[in-house]
Structure formats: structure tokens, C-alpha cells
């Protein structure tokens, strides 16, 4: 069975912080990982991964995909309240051509 | 636990033809978002919905249309369609405003994957 799984299911820091947030997958056959940030409205998307070891990075935050290990991390320096949300992760299965999603991490960035 | 159910799974169509997904959300959502993700393409938000009404409306195409019904299903309804379409359509479905409370878990479907041939 194809599973994504995220961790922590929460963080709560103090602006300024550093924050890292873990998904590893175990699916039957990748094609890429997705990290989607959901506030208030629908989620936006962040980033698309799929190759190993390339850092994708946009103005604070950044991600990285291990192909070997499984794994795929999101970093964010220097929170600000305003990144207080549920970071989703999400695995592409090719061939299935559908998404299998992480339970999210709800993020609470404190003043 | 119920999730949320998209139909069909796969679907084939020729140009110009016309195209419905369905989503049927986690019982007791209300409220249901649509994305499309073409081939190699970053996911776009399309729309989303909350209590049968139109809550935030991103890249949809005019030749889109959509609407949610009084049993919180949602239908994505694609006219005249282009091979550009062909992309895997999810939605999501959440409880509660999502203009009211930050960061409500969101549930998303597997996909309809649209091929336009």
C-alpha cells in the first residue's frame, strides 16, 4: 500500500526560528513529491521534487529529495507568524497517475 | 474512514468533446477545492467551493465550469476541450469556512487523470 508520512503532525516555535519538516514515502513507483502550504483557502503549492539531492529553494524556504532514503525535508528560516499553517506533502505515483498525501504538519509560528 | 472519491479515474476524450469529473467529499465537508496538474507541470488551484457557493476562483478556463450541489458533491464540467487539458484533475474536501478558521486539514482525492486525444 502506498503511504506518505509526515512528521511532526505539529510544531509550535517562536518567530525567528528555524523550522524542518519531515515526509518519508514508501509508494510503488515515484515520479515526484509535492509540498503544499493550506492557510486559510485552498492550498498553494511550494515545491515539486523529483530528483534526488537538488535543493529547491523559494526566498526562505527550501526542500530536498532523497531518492534512496525515502525522504523529502522542508526547510523554512527565519519564521514569521505569517508561515503558520499545515504543510502537506504529497507523493505522484506514475503509472496510477494519482497523489497520495501525507496527514499534513500544523506549523504555529508564535511573536 | 471514508475519503474523498473522484469519477471517474481515467477518462479519454477526443477534442472538442466535452468532459465531467465528479467529487464526492468526506461526509460532513463542506467545502471542496479543484486542481489540475498537467504532465511535468506544477499543480494549479482552479476553484473551490464552500456550502454550495463559489469561494475562491484561481487559473480556471473560461471553458470550465463548476458547481457544488446540495449534497456537497462537486462537478468540473470541461467544453470544448483541448489536448492541453490532458492533466491529472484532484480535489480536496475540509470542514468548516476556510476563510474563518486557519489551517483546517484538507483531504484529497486520487485523481482523474484526462486524456484529450
Avoid at chain 1, 532523497?66 to 506533502?89: H, M, P, R, W
Wanted: proline share 4%; with cysteine.
Amino acid at each position: 500500500e502506498d503511504k506518505v508520512v509526515q512528521s511532526p503532525l505539529s510544531l509550535v516555535v517562536h518567530e525567528g526560528d528555524t523550522v524542518t519538516l519531515n515526509c518519508s514515502y514508501e509508494v510503488t513507483n515515484f515520479r515526484s513529491l509535492l509540498w503544499y502550504k493550506q492557510e486559510k483557502k485552498a492550498p498553494t503549492f511550494l515545491f515539486m521534487l523529483t530528483s534526488s539531492g537538488i535543493e529547491k529553494k523559494s526566498g526562505r524556504l527550501s526542500s530536498i529529495l532523497d531518492k534512496k532514503e525515502l525522504f523529502s525535508i522542508l526547510n523554512i528560516t527565519a519564521t514569521q507568524t505569517g508561515d503558520s499553517a499545515v504543510y502537506l506533502c504529497a507523493v505522484e505515483i506514475q503509472g496510477a497517475q494519482k497523489l497520495v498525501f501525507g496527514q499534513g504538519t500544523r506549523l504555529t509560528i508564535n511573536p | 474512514a471514508a475519503g474523498v472519491i473522484q469519477s471517474p479515474r481515467h477518462l479519454i476524450k477526443e477534442k472538442r468533446e466535452t468532459a465531467t469529473l465528479k467529487c464526492y467529499p468526506i461526509p460532513r465537508h463542506d467545502t471542496v477545492y479543484w486542481y489540475q496538474q498537467g504532465p511535468g507541470q506544477d499543480p494549479q488551484f482552479l476553484i473551490s467551493f464552500y456550502e454550495k457557493m463559489q469561494s475562491d476562483k484561481g487559473s480556471i478556463p473560461d471553458r470550465f465550469s463548476a458547481q457544488q450541489f446540495s449534497d456537497y458533491h462537486s462537478e468540473l464540467n470541461m467544453s470544448s476541450l483541448e489536448l492541453g487539458d490532458s492533466a491529472l484533475y484532484f480535489c480536496a474536501s475540509s470542514s468548516g469556512s476556510s476563510t474563518r478558521t486557519s489551517g483546517n486539514t484538507i483531504y484529497f482525492g486520487e485523481g482523474s487523470w484526462l486524456t484529450v486525444v
